[in-house]
């Protein structure tokens, strides 16, 4: 359905035969609901401020997500890897501690802190530097990339060895590149500013005063290496010892259990592996080793008696078979036997309180000398049975594993460490007094035994030479020959308790490559971290920027800090011409000036004739060209307009109709020009001009003087509408006296240009001048980017005004002849993103921005 403008203009002319009293009704009605809208317009705003500017969000968050991918491809990677112990209950070693605690139940209350024992000897720094020694990270091997560098620890193609009978400087970088399969560049710089470069043989050995070593080819070099740069350096064992203990995490994986989780990262997944499998076998080592101490030394005391007792063995066996050579004696009389037996039976005893005498004296010594019971030999291997002794020996390994315990948590002024070192000191004098006791009576067995067998030798006196001769020489190897085998039964036991010993850990899960992961960067979350920073940078942006922002940007701003009506909007000019209804009549802001023509009928509120002044605060706020299109709409409604340019301090009206500006106001007021000499035609019908004329010395005193107002009186008489530019308000007085001749005054504000103190001063004039005529007429309005604006034509925008009714033509797009036109890409870039106008060499003809 198409409509043509004769439809358009009788829609309007009906409307203006409305009565006041409609007209008012209607127009208040409308305002009411108008502000009830404008009560939630905050948010509403912001959205639309938000989606107007989408482009910026676009780049925002294509530059977030880039940066996220940079980050995520350039950056060094982090691996994390993990291993699982499982703590066992401890087993009872031969001899050992364990046992002796674990016979009299004093264990259990170690036992409750064994886990966090465990975690304390896996954090401690003596294990972490045994490992790392053990895996030689003494050299790292690095790669050069176009970006960054990466360690290559298992996959260099080349290996350093180092001679270890020189010293080496530490953290020296080496770079070498490859040439040939025999061959490579060396180039190193030293701090001291001295620069090595030289090509090298692979296994020549290179030395100076800080470095020595050799490069040797491995199993992963081949020709693809040639065209990647190396370098290695030495590392300090301390430092990187320190530096894996303090990354290394140790935790019980449920509260009451005795799991436990180790975990490392760090920028290569397989050389965490390697250290936190190397720790745990260094750990499960040192553990059975310490389970194998008391054992150990147990077998090295046996041994100890066994040495001293085989020299006695070896000579009595020897002597026996001698004497049986010679005599030609195989057994004893049935007497002799008997006092054999006898004899035997002392002596063995008294062999066993001797060996039992040794353990004493050892056991006072170690109490002495030692500050715990970790490897002491038990009585049990002796076959002590002594209950007490048993009882104090156990109370001190268990007071001593107690203070081993209470170390970790807590320090050498702590009340509970007093009291167990108290505890500690009383068990040891009353252990040491228990000692001398049985010391004292083992003596008196010793010398008991020592009687039996002088009464015995005085039996054995009575037999034959012979045979009594026999018998010691029996004596002496039987005796020696039980002793030798009682301590080989003992160490056999030991040996055999050594062997069987198992660590106080079970290997759950080791650490390999299939469970590592990457924890940095983190792909995902720096993605989604680059997505809504991009979106949330630039809404931030907006905000602030509203928030700082001292310029008139929407109706709102001027709806808040005045009541003084508007009378419409124009919107912003994208051709290359200041008189767009002239050329351009089809185009949308034709259309404004046509709806500000409306409006302005509806505040004459019917006046055939009318003076209308068109000020502004500041230049550059678009007074001009407002009045040149406007007394360009008015005349094409086939009314009368007088176009006057009164800013004699800087006239714009002859430029903007190309005429000339010798004969104007300021010469007709003067004297100099006649009346006819200053009006000018224009190529719009019913539109006439008198420019400004040259620029006067004294404008205010002339617009005073007599013949302008005569001049107003005749001229009123002549055309219908008289439209008067005026200088800017806020510059100078002349606009004020102007105003006097005026029926309406039009004060034009720009989007983003005036500022919101503008409205003050407005309302100053208003009430503290009592200019009740004025209006506000807001200039150079982008409906792309403005929030609060619903000025405009058919389809693309609806009309809405306080003086006036709201029509809404459904013409849809394309009725203006701006719908139509297309913009490139490059345009709208440019537009959009002024910074990136340089990178565009082809110039384009610049748009008048609303007369300015």
């Known amino acids: ?393 156990a109370q001190l390994s268990a007071l001593y594993s107690e203070k081993n315990v209470t170390e970790y948590s807590a320090t050498k002024d702590n009340p509970t460490m007093e009291v167990i070192n108290l505890k500690i000191k009383n068990t040891v004098n009353a252990l040491i007094e228990n000692v001398n006791n049985i010391i004292e009576g083992a003596k008196i067995e010793i010398k008991e035994a020592d009687k039996n067998i002088s009464v015995l030798d005085q039996e054995i006196q009575k037999l034959p030479v012979t045979e009594r001769e026999l018998i010691n020489i029996q004596r002496k190897f039987d005796l020696n020959d039980n002793i030798y085998n009682f301590l080989l039964e003992k160490r056999t036991e030991a040996g055999i308790t050594k062997a069987s010993n198992i660590p106080d850990v079970k290997i759950l899960d080791s650490a390999i490559i299939q469970n590592s992961e990457q924890i940095s960067p983190k792909r995902s979350i720096n993605m989604m971290i680059g997505f809504f920073l991009g979106l949330l940078l630039p809404a931030l942006l907006i905000i602030i920027k509203d928030f700082f922002n001292d310029k008139i940007t929407d109706r709102k701003d001027v709806e808040k800090s005045t009541t003084i009506p508007i009378l419409g909007a124009i919107s912003h000019n994208t051709k290359d011409t200041d008189l767009v209804v002239q050329n351009h009549p089809k185009s949308s802001i034709s259309e404004s000036f046509r709806t500000l023509r409306t409006n302005l009928q509806y505040l004459l509120q019917g006046k055939e004739k009318a003076v209308i002044s068109i000020s502004s605060t500041i230049s550059g706020e678009g007074k001009s060209f407002c009045a040149v299109n406007l007394a360009s709409i008015i005349a094409l409604s086939n009314k009368k307009v007088l176009l006057i340019g009164l800013d004699m301090r800087k006239p714009k009206i002859h430029k903007i109709f190309n005429c000339q500006n010798n004969a104007g106001m300021s010469t007709y007021l003067i004297g100099k020009s006649s009346y006819k000499e200053i009006i000018n035609k224009t190529g719009i019908d019913n539109l006439h001009t008198i420019v400004s004329g040259p620029i006067p010395p004294n404008p205010a005193e002339l617009i005073e003087n007599k013949k302008f107002g005569e001049l107003m009186t005749r001229l009123k008489d002549e055309y219908d509408y008289i439209i008067i530019d005026t200088p800017p308000v806020a510059l100078v007085a002349d606009a004020l006296l102007i105003m006097n001749y005026t029926d309406a005054n039009i004060f034009v504000i720009r989007q983003n240009y005036s500022s919101k103190n503008v409205l003050k001063f407005v309302n100053d004039l208003r009430y503290e001048k009592n200019l009740d005529k004025i209006t506000i007429l807001i200039n150079d309005i982008d409906y792309n980017n403005a929030y609060g604006y619903k000025y405009g034509g058919y389809g693309k925008y609806s009309y809405r005004y306080k003086y006036g009714y709201r029509y809404n033509y459904g013409y849809g797009n394309g009725y203006y002849e701006d719908d139509n036109e297309s913009v490139s890409l490059i345009s709208f870039i440019k537009n959009k993103f002024p910074f990136l106008k340089k990178f565009f060499k082809k110039k384009h003809k610049k748009h008048t921005v609303n007369g300015q």
């Open 1 to 393: 359905m198409q409509i043509n403008n004769k439809t358009i203009e009788k829609n309007i002319n009906d409307n203006l035969l409305l009565d006041i009293s409609q007209m008012s009704s209607a127009a208040n009605k409308i305002s009411n609901n108008y502000l009830q809208e404008e009560e939630t317009i905050d948010i509403k705003k912001y959205i639309y401020k938000f989606s107007s500017n989408w482009y910026w969000f676009v780049l925002s968050i294509f530059v977030g997500l880039s940066v996220s991918f940079l980050i995520n491809r350039y950056s060094s990677k982090q691996y994390s890897t993990s291993a699982s112990l499982l703590v066992l209950e401890k087993g009872e070693g031969y001899g050992g501690i364990e046992s002796i605690i674990s016979e009299f139940g004093a264990y259990s209350k170690a036992q409750r802190k064994n886990v966090e024992n465990q975690i304390g000897i896996l954090q401690s720094y003596t294990l972490s530097f045994e490992t790392v020694k053990e895996l030689d990270f003494q050299v790292s091997y690095w790669a050069k990339g176009r970006i960054n560098e990466s360690e290559i620890y298992t996959t260099s193609p080349f290996k350093v060895v180092l001679d270890t009978t020189k010293n080496q400087t530490i953290q020296q970088r080496v770079n070498l590149s490859f040439v040939s399969e025999t061959e490579y560049n060396l180039e190193i710089t030293y701090p001291t500013g001295k620069n090595i470069k030289k090509e090298m043989f692979f296994g020549e050995t290179y030395s100076d005063d800080f470095l020595t070593f050799r490069i040797e080819k491995n199993a992963n070099f081949s020709d693809n290496n040639e065209n990647i740069s190396y370098f290695f350096f030495l590392n300090d064992y301390y430092a990187i010892a320190r530096s894996y203990n303090k990354g290394l995490k140790v935790e019980s994986i449920f509260e009451k259990g005795t799991m436990l989780k180790l975990n490392k990262s760090g920028n290569v997944a397989q050389k965490e592996i390697d250290f936190l499998n190397k720790l745990i076998e260094i750990y499960i080592r040192r553990n059975i080793e310490e389970k194998n101490i008391s054992a150990l030394n147990t077998i090295k005391f046996i041994d100890e008696q066994l040495n001293n007792i085989i020299d006695s063995l070896q000579k009595a066996e020897r002597n026996l078979e001698r004497f049986r050579l010679n005599n030609k004696i195989i057994d004893l009389s049935k007497e002799g036997t008997s006092l054999f037996e006898k004899l035997e039976q002392q002596q063995a005893q008294k062999s066993i309180l001797e060996i039992r005498m040794k353990y004493y004296e050892y056991l006072k010594n170690y109490i002495k000398s030692k500050n715990d019971f970790k490897d002491v030999i038990t009585p049990s291997v002796i076959g002590i049975q002594d209950n007490l002794l048993n009882s104090l020996v």
